[in-house]
């Protein structure tokens, strides 16, 4: 994996009373729990983590997460039971489920029955990041500076919870993939982003691809959101690419 962006400019996603939002992750694969707290921490949150169901419940217990990512398959308490303890004592974190593709339709749609989510792996660090940020604005658990989830760049506007793209009054219909991009350098607007970090965020996290692949999505991007309009993204030499409303 390549270096990690530092920050992010996407509006401060806090506590309603200003402190760090705190996420707890469970895995027992802690290669992935180690890349998903790298991300969640650069959005300046508390991040714990747990390698097993029984350790998922002490954890809840001490830490008091305002999210919880979990992982389904584990080895000791699966992520169903570890849902079904922490309701049965009153806990309502939000949950974001951590699914394999072949999980069987109807088990997913009753993992989502009281409002939470889940993402599919191999999945992009930067969906986990908004799928948690949609959860804890649903939930009430966190505020922002802004309150509509929307990061604008120009006359380019995209919505994390809709989905929506929109440039100049024109809605754009984009690839999930070609979403995550955007999103990407939107939050890091005015910030030059390598084809290492962008591989590291909006790919899945096990893809290992090389960056040309970076190049043909910038190249797809541009088509859709640059055409006909005065260029939005910019590809700086020997660094990486960067989005900026025109002067």
Not at 15 to 40: F, H, I, K, N, Y
Not at 210 to 218: K, N
């Amino acid at each position: 994996m390549g270096a990690m962006t530092t920050t992010a400019s996407a509006p401060a996603f806090t506590r309603p009373d200003g402190s760090a939002l705190r996420v707890l992750v469970v895995d027992d694969e802690q290669m992935l729990t180690d890349l998903l707290s790298m991300a969640l921490r650069m959005e300046g949150w508390d991040v714990r983590t747990a390698g097993s169901g029984f350790d998922a419940l002490a954890a809840a217990r001490d830490f008091e997460p305002d999210a919880m990512v979990l992982d389904i398959m584990m080895p000791d308490l699966d992520g169903m039971a570890v849902l079904q303890r922490l309701r049965h004592s009153g806990n309502d974190v939000p949950v974001l489920f951590l699914t394999a593709k072949d999980a069987v339709a109807d088990r997913v749609a009753g993992l989502t029955a009281g409002g939470d989510d889940y993402v599919t792996k191999p999945f992009s660090l930067e969906e986990v990041v908004a799928r948690l940020r949609g959860l804890m604005r649903r939930a009430g658990t966190a505020s922002t500076r802004d309150s509509e989830p929307i990061l604008r760049v120009g006359d380019l506007s995209l919505n994390e919870d809709s989905h929506e793209v929109v440039r100049a009054g024109t809605e754009i219909d984009l690839t999930a993939t070609e979403f995550e991009l955007l999103r990407f350098l939107m939050r890091n607007q005015r910030r030059v982003v390598s084809k290492a970090q962008i591989l590291d965020r909006v790919w899945n996290y096990d893809f290992g691809g090389r960056s040309s692949v970076v190049e043909l999505y910038i190249s797809y991007l541009r088509k859709k959101i640059d055409a006909g309009n005065e260029p939005l993204i910019h590809t700086v030499r020997g660094v990486g690419y960067m989005i900026k409303a025109p002067q």
